[in-house]
């Protein structure tokens, strides 16, 4: 008797280094690679330093390699005076294994707002920062109120489910980093680190 061994297949899935052997019995379905689930997180909280003051601190991009936590670069490309303020950036985050770069466009309205939208990057489906400031405590202008918001969806559903290990310390760190930053430009806060109201985190 002559046993007939039937050739291995193999059948390609996206991106291109993985591979999926058949070996003639069925495999579980495996999640598209193509689609990732955005991530969302807003907070609200009285910072110790003006609005002014923290606009500065924020809309200073040029300067994100500097203290933001997984910025390795943040190159100027262009300017536009404003308002609003409209500048793009080439930008570099990095955390192993992932580097990656990303457009960046800035849109400032002083001292209220900084808002930035990723654009021409392979890495994020969407990526948009939003920071809001007003007012903060009466009758103290070293004061003011902190709307921050962040969304962000990967294009691999592999960056995404890394992103899941680290979602919540990204997020504790942003605003943290900033505030740090200004603290070494403007000196210590007017009133002590306050607690976020997490409005949304998804």
Same mark, same amino acid.
């Given at each position: 008797?002559?046993?007939? =061994?039937? +050739?291995?297949?193999?059948?390609?899935?996206? +991106? #291109?280094?993985?591979?999926?052997?058949?070996?003639?019995?069925?495999?579980?379905?495996? +999640? #598209?690679?193509? !689609?990732?689930?955005t991530?969302?997180?807003?907070?609200?909280?009285?910072?110790g330093?003006?609005?002014?003051?923290m606009?500065?601190?924020?809309?200073?991009?040029?300067?994100?390699?500097?203290?933001?936590?997984?910025c390795?670069?943040?190159?100027?490309l262009?300017?536009?005076?404003?308002?609003?303020?409209?500048? !793009?950036?080439?930008?570099?985050?990095?955390?192993?294994? =992932?580097?990656?770069?990303?457009t #960046?466009? /800035?849109?400032? /309205?002083?001292p209220?707002? /900084? !808002?930035?939208?990723?654009?021409?990057?392979?890495?994020?489906n969407?990526l948009?920062?939003e920071?809001?400031?007003?007012?903060?405590?009466?009758?103290?202008?070293?004061?003011?109120?902190?709307?921050?918001?962040?969304?962000?969806?990967?294009?691999?559903?592999?960056?995404?489910?890394m992103?899941?290990?680290?979602?919540?310390?990204?997020?504790?760190q942003?605003v943290?980093?900033?505030?740090?930053?200004?603290?070494?430009?403007?000196? %210590?806060?007017? =009133?002590?680190n306050?607690k +976020?109201? %997490?409005?949304?985190?998804?």
């Open positions: 008797m002559i046993l007939r =061994i039937a +050739p291995r297949s193999f059948s390609l899935c996206t +991106p #291109s280094t993985i591979y999926c052997r058949n070996f003639g019995f069925g495999l579980p379905s495996l +999640p #598209s690679l193509s !689609k990732g689930k991530k969302e997180y807003s907070e609200r909280r009285i910072l330093y003006s609005m002014e003051q606009f500065d601190v924020v809309a200073d991009v040029k300067k994100y390699k500097e203290f933001v936590p997984w390795t670069n943040s190159t100027l262009y300017s536009r005076q404003g308002p609003p303020g409209n500048e !793009k950036y080439q930008m570099e985050i990095g955390f192993p294994p =992932i580097s990656e770069r990303y #960046s466009n /800035v849109t400032t /309205v002083r209220n707002l /900084v !808002k930035a939208v990723s654009t021409e990057g392979k890495m994020f969407h948009a920062t920071w809001k400031f007003s007012p903060g405590l009466p009758n103290n202008p070293k004061t003011c109120t902190l709307d921050f918001y962040v969304s962000f969806e990967f294009r691999n559903i592999l960056y995404t489910k992103s899941q290990l680290f979602f919540d310390e990204v997020v504790r942003m943290n980093a900033f505030l740090r930053r200004a603290a070494t430009q403007y000196g %210590v806060a007017a =009133i002590p306050q +976020p109201l %997490v409005v949304k985190m998804v």
